[in-house]
Nanobody, 115 residues
Framework: VQLVESGGGLVQPGGSLRLSCAASGFTFSSYVMSWYRQAPGKERELVAAVTSRGSSTNYADSVKGRFTISRDNAKNKVYLQMNSLRRADTDVYYC?????????WSQGTQVTVSS
C-alpha cells in the first residue's frame, strides 16, 4: 500500500494550492479517502473526506467554502483544492484511508501560508 503526496509549498495569504495523493496497492475505488493536517505539538485533525464514488463530501468547519476534496478513481488519485488560504492553514497535510481499524497515511507535505 502506498499513498504519495505532491503539491505542498509556500503560498501567500489569500492564495491557492492543490494537493494530490496517488494511491497504489489497494482497491482505491472501494474506500473513503480523507485529508488530515497536523501542526507541531497538536493532534492530527480531519480536514475533508470523500466517499468511495465521490458522491458525498464533508469538511471541517474551518475550511468549508474554501477547500474542495475530489477524487479520480480511474487515476487512483485524491485531491485537495485549497483556496483563500490563511496563515492558520499552515500545517503538514496527509492523505488517509482506513481499512478495518488500520489507518494508512501518506508521507505528509508541508503547506506554509506566509507573506
Amino acid at each position: 500500500v502506498q499513498l504519495v503526496e505532491s503539491g505542498g509549498g509556500l503560498v501567500q495569504p489569500g492564495g491557492s494550492l492543490r494537493l494530490s495523493c496517488a494511491a497504489s496497492g489497494f482497491t482505491f475505488s472501494s474506500y473513503v479517502m480523507s485529508w488530515y493536517r497536523q501542526a507541531p505539538g497538536k493532534e492530527r485533525e480531519l480536514v475533508a473526506a470523500v466517499t468511495s464514488r465521490g458522491s458525498s463530501t464533508n469538511y471541517a468547519d474551518s475550511v468549508k467554502g474554501r477547500f474542495t476534496i475530489s477524487r479520480d478513481n480511474a487515476k487512483n488519485k485524491v485531491y485537495l483544492q485549497m483556496n483563500s488560504l490563511r496563515r492558520a492553514d499552515t500545517d503538514v497535510y496527509y492523505c488517509n484511508f482506513r481499512h478495518w481499524d488500520i489507518d494508512y497515511w501518506s508521507q505528509g507535505t508541508q503547506v506554509t501560508v506566509s507573506s
